[in-house]
């Protein structure tokens, strides 16, 4: 091997981006055959050309030529392993023709670019005068070699930054929703950052909205405007992602049915926000027609990133809600202690003054009942202030307190239980007609699952609400040991039951799988609703 060869495999293999070492190949491959033309074309998974690197040729031919060359005629004749050597390619029996404004090629070797066991692209050199020799090809199947190694190392280079890019966002977006749950512009940064980073032309953030409909809540690059607000349709492939929990990678927007800003884009990728087996939400990327596919490399990068948004979604969801629930709590104690305190000592100061007027002088007298006057105002002012606080929780939607409930209870589960309700409006219109109804939901949901956590060695538990006939059920079904466990506590049931007798209902506890090693537990609460 030759010095120059030498010099030129050492060069390739100091370069760590791409880019960098794709030049030096072409410039070693030149430099060492003397061929006045050289190329690499670089392939996707597919074998479609993804970028073209050449040399020795002029831009505003290449500008005319307006495209890489596909891998048919000769270009589809070089091996994988070794290499084609034509005298004249245009007397190849392969050969089909220049695009128009190609320069002649005259002589031509070709060789495949390897890298991780595949064919990363091809290597073209041509026009070298007397044609390429024997050790033109060997010498240009070291550089290969080489350039295989350091086309490896690139790409993990590649990656290793690309991973912490992606990671310092995540980390970005973690640190600001755990300071500010509550923070839209954090929760579009998600977007925006994946957009930014995969180098797609739009993405879209998918957030479950009212009567299980999934809609983009947050949306970046092209179409956004038109993509923000609209609603997955049930058939479609993305309701797919949601409801299988994996993400994909397709060359086009997928699925039989299409939302009409999304039809114009290309390669797509769907990442579901995943935190265990809930799915929080999709990332939606699209990249421009004739744009480069997403890779499987690209779905689990786009995977992990969404798998640490969800985490940050739910941390800063939980925070929110406690910071809710305490601020509830809070009112209910700044309540009882207006009754307990101020409102009875207002009572009290009322009736010594009432009971003072009647022994003293008329003009006295006057000045008392007039003061009375102002303190049974205040009662009054009390009263209303205490109605409000005590208010703010029953009158807060149903929904809301029940999830919050659920979220409130992961931590002493190790996970979120799931929520279904039949008819929302059906649950709603009975809370509505009996505020006091929801405070009874609540506590049958906490109670429930404050003994599944503490008894049942559950994995799983869901909820279900239920409302129709005058009637409202409360369903509570977990995975763990069964009633024995998860209600050991005689007077956790015997709660339960009684909050049921005082609305004309019933409790009942049954195992779900009787006979089974773990055969959970089933408690039903059924009551009457609106007068029935």
């Given at each position: ?438 405070d009874d939901i609540i506590a049958v949901v906490r109670e429930s699952l404050s003994n599944t956590a503490r008894h049942a060695d559950a994995t799983a538990a869901s909820v279900s609400i239920s409302a129709h006939d005058g009637r409202l059920s409360v369903t509570i079904v977990d995975n763990g040991i069964g009633p024995s466990g998860a209600y050991s506590r005689h007077s956790g049931t015997s709660n339960l039951a009684n909050r049921a007798l005082r609305r004309r209902g019933s409790f ?25």
């Amino acid at each position: 091997m030759s010095d120059a060869v030498t010099d030129a495999i050492l060069a390739l293999n100091r370069q760590l981006d791409l880019p960098s070492v794709l030049g030096k190949m072409l410039e070693a491959a030149q430099d060492t055959t003397g061929a006045p033309l050289a190329a690499i074309n670089v392939l996707d998974e597919a074998g479609r050309s993804i970028e073209f690197h050449y040399q020795g040729v002029d831009e505003a031919i290449m500008s005319k030529i307006g495209r890489a060359p596909n891998g048919v005629g000769t270009l589809a004749q070089i091996p994988v392993e070794g290499a084609l050597v034509i005298d004249e390619i245009t007397e190849h029996p392969a050969f089909q023709g220049l695009p128009p404004g190609h320069p002649p090629l005259g002589s031509f070797l070709g060789c495949a670019l390897r890298a991780r066991g595949s064919v990363f692209g091809y290597l073209y050199l041509a026009s070298k005068e007397g044609g390429f020799t024997e050790v033109d090809e060997a010498t240009v199947a070291a550089l290969a070699s080489a350039a295989s190694v350091a086309i490896d190392n690139a790409q993990l280079f590649e990656e290793s930054l690309e991973r912490e890019n992606w990671l310092a966002a995540s980390q970005a977006i973690t640190t600001a929703l755990l300071a500010n749950p509550g923070d839209e512009d954090t929760i579009a940064r998600i977007v925006t950052s994946a957009r930014d980073l995969s180098g797609a032309a739009a993405a879209a953030l998918v957030l479950p909205g009212v009567d299980d409909e999934w809609v983009m809540e947050f949306t970046d690059g092209e179409n956004a405007d038109a993509l923000l607000g609209l609603v997955l349709p049930d058939e479609g492939f993305a309701m797919q992602v949601i409801r299988s929990s994996s993400g994909t990678i397709a060359d086009e927007p997928p699925g039989p049915t299409i939302l009409e800003p999304v039809k114009d884009f290309g390669p797509t990728l769907y990442a579901p926000l995943l935190s265990g087996a809930r799915v929080l939400g999709l990332l939606m990327l699209w990249r421009e027609k004739h744009h480069p596919p997403f890779d499987d490399h690209d779905l689990g990068t786009a995977q992990r990133f969404s798998n640490q948004a969800a985490l940050a979604l739910q941390f800063a969801e939980l925070a929110h809600v406690r910071n809710v629930s305490n601020l509830l709590e809070e009112r209910e104690r700044i309540a009882d202690d207006l009754h307990d305190f101020v409102s009875q000592e207002l009572f009290a100061t009322a009736m010594q003054i009432e009971s003072i007027s009647e022994d003293v002088p008329d003009t006295v007298k006057d000045r008392l009942l007039s003061t009375l006057e102002h303190v049974k105002r205040a009662q009054r002012e009390v009263r209303g202030v205490m109605g409000q606080l005590q208010g703010e929780r029953t009158s807060e939607p149903l929904g809301e307190r029940v999830r919050r409930e659920l979220l409130l209870a992961q931590d002493s589960l190790g996970f979120v239980a799931s929520l279904t309700v039949d008819d929302w409006a059906a649950a709603s219109a009975a809370v509505e007609q009996d505020p006091t109804l929801s405070d009874d939901i609540i506590a049958v949901v906490r109670e429930s699952l404050s003994n599944t956590a503490r008894h049942a060695d559950a994995t799983a538990a869901s909820v279900s609400i239920s409302a129709h006939d005058g009637r409202l059920s409360v369903t509570i079904v977990d995975n763990g040991i069964g009633p024995s466990g998860a209600y050991s506590r005689h007077s956790g049931t015997s709660n339960l039951a009684n909050r049921a007798l005082r609305r004309r209902g019933s409790f009942a506890l049954e195992a779900v799988n009787e006979g089974a090693e773990k055969p959970g537990s089933r408690a039903t609460w059924n009551v009457a609703v609106g007068g029935q």
